[in-house]
Structures are given as structure tokens and as C-alpha cells.
């Protein structure tokens, strides 16, 4: 099993731009599917962006599709979350996921294998 820990939090103005990082310890990184998942304040925990082991199938929710995107580097353990044309709405921690089953990185299981312990995005007007 893999450990997570986030990176690259921070506070940003609307219309910035941050790169988050999710470094991966273990040697079976690239045998997951990964994701990004936020949680506002007083809001529950909600999908951001997903890809499979090798990177070749992303996925987006609607409210990110073409501001953010997705990467991962298998050779360094590292996944990524480059994130652009901030807006205030995306103020929230972000947790990186990972587990075997790309149906669970996109949110569409309960549990999940493993989580970050989280990275603070806040956004300002």
C-alpha cells in the first residue's frame, strides 16, 4: 500500500494559478489509479479529477473541466493537480486518492484505499 502526502496549497487570488503535488512512498504507485478530491467548508467531500495508471484516460468534473488538469509521473511517485483561472468557489482542502479500481478515484464508490491528509486552497476576490 501507498502513502500520500500533499503539496502545493496555498492562498492565490481569482484568475491565479497553483500546482498541487501528491508524493507517493512504496513501489506500486503506478499500479493505482489516482485522484483529486476537495472539501469546502460546511460542504461534504466532492470529486475534482481522476486518471488511470498510466495516465492515458482522464476525467473531470464539470465544475473544473478546462481550468484544471490532471497528471502523474510514475518514474517520481507523483501526481499533479495544475490548477488555472482560479475562482473563490474552488477554496477548499484537496486530498489526493488512490486505489486500484479507477471507478472509486472518480468518486463512484464509498471507499476508497487510500487519502492524503490534505492541502488548503483558499482563493480571495
Known amino acids: 500500500q501507498v502513502q500520500l502526502v500533499e503539496s502545493g496549497g496555498g492562498l492565490v487570488q481569482a484568475g491565479g494559478s497553483l500546482r498541487l503535488s501528491c508524493a507517493a512512498s512504496?513501489?506500486?504507485?503506478?499500479?493505482?489509479?489516482m485522484g483529486w478530491f476537495r472539501q469546502a467548508p460546511g460542504k461534504e467531500r466532492e470529486f475534482v479529477a481522476a486518471?488511470?495508471?498510466?495516465?492515458?484516460?482522464?476525467y473531470y468534473a464539470a465544475s473544473v473541466k478546462g481550468r484544471f488538469t490532471i497528471s502523474r509521473d510514475n518514474a517520481k511517485n507523483t501526481l499533479y493537480l495544475q490548477m488555472n483561472n482560479l475562482k473563490p468557489e474552488d477554496t477548499a482542502v484537496y486530498y489526493c486518492?488512490?486505489?486500484?479500481?479507477?471507478?472509486?478515484?472518480?468518486?463512484?464508490?464509498?471507499?476508497?484505499?487510500?487519502w492524503g491528509q490534505g492541502t488548503l486552497v483558499t482563493v480571495s476576490k
Open positions: 486518492a488512490a486505489d486500484p479500481k479507477i471507478r472509486a478515484v472518480v468518486g463512484l464508490e464509498n471507499h476508497l484505499e487510500v
Open positions: 512504496g513501489r506500486t504507485f503506478s499500479s493505482y489509479a
Open positions: 486518471l488511470n495508471w498510466n495516465g492515458a484516460n482522464t
